[in-house]
């Protein structure tokens, strides 16, 4: 089983999560809820997967987890 990092992102204005899959570009989901964004986040990976196995397509792996820092400006 693989491992993947995920953004998950509150989203005031419009209410709910935005999530977002850094090495798998253009892999967007969202939930109402913290819980539901991440559940539809594994979702999405699975089946994002599934598609690149069925076209013979290269499965990324992360080699090393994103970093999220904030910094001053």
Known sequence: MSQYSVL???E????GY???VPILPGLHTQ?????EALANARAAIAFHLECLRAEGEPIPEE???PRL???EV
């Open 18 to 20: 935005s999530v977002h």
């Open 8 to 10: 998950i992102v509150p």
């Open 63 to 65: 080699s090393d987890a």
């Open 31 to 35: 939930g109402d809820s913290y819980e």
């Open 12 to 15: 005031p204005e419009e209410g």
């Open 69 to 71: 820092t904030r910094v």
